[in-house]
C-alpha cells in the first residue's frame, strides 16, 4: 500500500486541526483512496510536545528537518504570514516537494512566483483552505466549473467581519462594543485591522479572481474599504428599506476590464446573501451555462479549515500514486494562458447607493441636497428624514438613488459636503444590484 | 494537443445544453486543460439535423455507431429512463469507453453493476449531473468533504417540486392549480410523479448515500412521500409557526444504521433551506470536521445540467491524459471497502411532528385528541383551533408535538382517526429537528 508521508509547518490552531483529522479519519482515507496517509514530523518552534494520540509524529523545532527529510512527500505550511511562510514554501518546492498552504495574505502577495516555481519544478501547490475555510470553494470552481466563463463572484469571505455585522444587526449593538466581546470571546484578533477592515477579504478575492479569470491579481489591487464607519442608524435604515449590511467581495467580469472590490454592501433581504450569519461564509459564482452557484460553510476554525486541508493533502497523494501531479493547473487556467486584464476603476462603478448625511433639521435641507443629485444626474429612490428634534440638532437624513456612475456621486457628495447644513461627512454605502 | 473525442448518445434538452457548453467554451477549456475536447459524434433515434454552429459534428441514428468506433475515447448518454440507456451504456464500458450519465434513475436502480462493470473494464463513470443540476455537489461530496464522516444529508433536490410548493406559499394556490400551470410552461412533465411523489428526489438521496457511506442502496429503500396532499391550509399554518414546507431527502448517520427518507417537511424559517425558492436546488452535508456545508444552484435546464455534464467529460478526458484512470473511486470509497449498512425503520423515528386533523366544531375534542396523545407520551408543544363555523361545520385543528417516536406517532394517530370527532384523515408532516 502506497505510504504518503506528510511534514507539518507550523502546529497553531489549523495545523493542530490538520493533525486531528488526518488522525480521525484514517482508516477511512484509506478505504477511499488506498493509500496510508500521515503526519511523520511536525516542526514548530513552540510546541514542547505532543498530545498522546498524536505520539507517533516527530515533533522538532526546526523546519528544515522536515524541508531535509527525502521520506516526505508533502510539506504543509500553516505558519500564516509572510515570512519564514515564504521561504520555507519556496525551499520545499526547490527539493521538489508538493506543497499545501492556508495562507491567503501570502499567494495574495506573492502567488505568481510560488506558482511559476512550482510549476517549473512539476509540484503541486493546494490552497483549498486559503478561501472560505472548510467549503470546497477553491475545486468548486476550478473543476466542478470548468465549462463556465465566470461572469461574477461575490461573497462573505470573513467571519470574524460576519460575526461582528450579525451581532450589530440582531442586538443594535455599536460596533466597537461587539468587536471589543468578539476579542474578548476568542473570534476576533488583538489587531482586528486584518478582518474589519476588508484585508483578509481582499486577500482572498484576489485568489478567486486569479483562478476565474486567468489573470495574476495581487489584493493592492482591490479597492477594500472595511466595516469600521457602520453604525447602528445605518443597519437600522437599511431594515426599513429591507436590507441587511454585509462586508462583501465583489468582481463582475466586463471582458476587457474586471471589477474588484471589498466593501460593505446594502444587501436586498430576499437574497441569500443577506441569510448568512455569525461564522459563516458564502461565495457566490456566476457561470455563464451554470447560472447561480452558492457554497457556504464555516469560514475558519480548527476542525473545518483542517478539513479542507486535508482534501489537499489527499488530492495530492492521488496524484503521486497516479503520477498524475499537475493533471489539473492550481489556478484553472496554464500559467502560460495567463493574460494582464485592466481592473476597472472605482469611478466606473455603476449601481445604487444608500447616503446617509447628518444635517442641520431646518427648512430646505432636503431641496439643496436634492438639487445637487439632480444636476448630477443620480435619481432618487426614496428618502428617509426621521428624529426632528428642534432647529439645531443634528438629524440623519437617508437617500436611496437608483443606479448612478461613482464618478458622478463622488462630484455630488463633495458639493453636498460644502453646504452649510451638512454638519458631518456623508456615509456612503453601495447596494447589491438585483442582478447579482 | 492531445485530442479527446466525445460520442454524445441523445440530444434532448441536456444533450443540446452539452453539446452547447462543449462548443461556446471550447476555447477556454483548451486554456485551462492543455487539450482539446469536442462532440465527433451525436446519436438521437430523433434528431434529423444539427444547428449550423455544430454542423462539423456527425449525427447518426443509431448509438451503435458511437460504441463502435474506435476513436471515440468517453461516451455521454443522456438519453434518460431504464432502456436503452442501460444496455448503451454497458456496451461502452464492454467496449473499454469512459461513460458520463446524467441519469439519477438508472444509477439509483442498478447503479452497483454499472459500477462494478466499469471497475472491472477499468473505465471512469461521471455522474455529477444526476444530482443538484449544474451544483458540483458529487465532486464537493467525494473530494471537498474526502476527510470527513458524513453525519447527515439534508436537500431540495427536484426543482419542480419546490417551484410548486414555493408558488403554492407565495400566492396561496392549490397544488393541482400550480401543477397544471407549470405542465402548461414546460416546467412540469405530463406525467409528474417523478417530480411530486418525490421518486426523483429518492434516485438522486440513493446516489448521495452510497457515496457518503459507501453502501449500496435503492431508491426502494428509501421511504418516499410526495407533495400531494399538502394544501394551502398546512402552508398557511406552517407561516404562522414560523415555517417553510420542503420536500426533502433526509438522510442521518446513527453508525450501525442511516436514515433514508423524502417526505414534505416543516423547515424552520431561519434556515437556508426554508430560504431555497423556485426551481433552485439545495444539498447540506454535516461532516464531522467540517461542520455544515451548503451547496445551491440551479438543479437542472439545459445548460446548468450541460455544464456539469462537460465538467465530467474534462474531469475524465484529464485522466486519460494523465493515464491516471481510477485515480478517484467513483463513489467516493473504493467498491471493495462497500459494506453493507442497516437502513433506519420509519418507526424509529425521534423528531417533531405537525399534526392537521379535521374535526367537528364541538366542545372536548381537543380534550379527547390531547388525551391519546399524553396517553402514548407525545408531549404538545403548540394547538391552533381557528374557523368556529357553527356546531356541523369541520373545523382544523392543528397540533405541533416536541419530539416523539413515529411508532407512537402512528398509534396514537390510528385511534384518533377512530374518534367520532374526526371527520377526515390526519395530515401528519415531519419537522425538521434544530440539529440538522
Known amino acids: 500500500m502506497q505510504d504518503i508521508k506528510v511534514g507539518l509547518i507550523g502546529f497553531g490552531t489549523v495545523g493542530q486541526g ?41 515533533l522538532t523545532q ?123 470571546l476568542g473570534f476576533a484578533e488583538a489587531d482586528p485591522s486584518y478582518d474589519v477592515d476588508g484585508i483578509d477579504t481582499a486577500h482572498k478575492l484576489a485568489i478567486l479572481m486569479s483562478m476565474a479569470y486567468g489573470i495574476h ?64 461564509n458564502a461565495i457566490q459564482f456566476k457561470g455563464d451555462c451554470v447560472g447561480d452557484i452558492l457554497l457556504c460553510g464555516l469560514g475558519a476554525g480548527k476542525m473545518p479549515t483542517g478539513s479542507a486541508v486535508a482534501a489537499d493533502v489527499v488530492d495530492i497523494a492521488r496524484d503521486i500514486a497516479c503520477n498524475s501531479v499537475g493533471r489539473v493547473p492550481p489556478l484553472s487556467y496554464q500559467l502560460s494562458q495567463f493574460a494582464p486584464r485592466r481592473i476597472t476603476g472605482m469611478d466606473e462603478l455603476f449601481g445604487p447607493y444608500y447616503f446617509r448625511f447628518t444635517v442641520k433639521d431646518e427648512p430646505g435641507v432636503l431641496a439643496s441636497i436634492a438639487g445637487v443629485l439632480s444636476a448630477q444626474g443620480i435619481s432618487i429612490a426614496s428618502v428617509i428624514q426621521k428624529g426632528r428634534r428642534g432647529q439645531e440638532a443634528a438629524v440623519p437624513l437617508v437617500i436611496l438613488t437608483h443606479a448612478a456612475r461613482e464618478s458622478d456621486v463622488e462630484q455630488a457628495l463633495t458639493r453636498i459636503g460644502k453646504l452649510d447644513a451638512v454638519l458631518a461627512p456623508v456615509v456612503k454605502i453601495r447596494i447589491l444590484e438585483q442582478e447579482q
Open 62 to 184: 526546526d523546519a528544515r528537518d522536515i524541508l531535509a527529510d527525502p521520506e516526505i512527500d508533502i510539506v504543509v505550511e500553516l505558519i500564516g504570514g509572510m515570512e519564514p511562510a515564504k521561504t520555507f514554501l519556496l525551499e520545499a518546492i526547490a527539493a521538489g516537494k508538493h506543497v499545501v498552504t492556508a495562507n491567503k495574505a501570502l499567494l495574495a502577495q506573492t502567488g505568481s512566483e510560488i506558482f511559476r516555481k512550482a510549476a517549473e519544478k512539476g509540484v503541486a501547490v493546494g490552497f483549498e483552505a486559503s478561501v472560505g475555510g472548510g467549503i470546497p470553494v477553491i475545486k468548486a470552481l476550478r473543476e466542478g466549473l470548468v465549462a463556465n466563463r465566470i461572469l461574477a463572484i461575490s461573497g462573505i469571505m470573513n467571519g470574524t467581519a460576519n460575526y461582528i455585522l450579525s451581532r450589530m444587526t440582531d442586538e443594535g449593538i455599536p460596533f466597537a462594543e461587539v468587536l471589543a466581546e468578539a476579542q474578548k
Open 217 to 280: 491579481i495581487t489584493n493592492r489591487e482591490i479597492s477594500t474599504e472595511g466595516i469600521r464607519n457602520i453604525e447602528p442608524v445605518d443597519i437600522e435604515m437599511a431594515r426599513e428599506f429591507g436590507f441587511r449590511i454585509k462586508l462583501l467581495a465583489i468582481s463582475r467580469n466586463h471582458g476587457e476590464h474586471v471589477e474588484a472590490r471589498v466593501h460593505p454592501t446594502m444587501v436586498p433581504g430576499d437574497k441569500l446573501l443577506a441569510s448568512i450569519n455569525g461564522a459563516y
Open 18 to 58: 490538520l493533525a486531528e483529522t488526518l488522525h480521525s479519519q484514517e482508516n477511512r482515507l484509506t478505504k477511499r483512496t488506498g493509500m496510508k496517509i500521515g503526519i511523520k514530523t511536525i516542526a514548530d518552534t513552540r510546541a514542547r510536545a505532543l498530545p498522546a494520540h498524536l505520539e507517533h509524529i516527530h
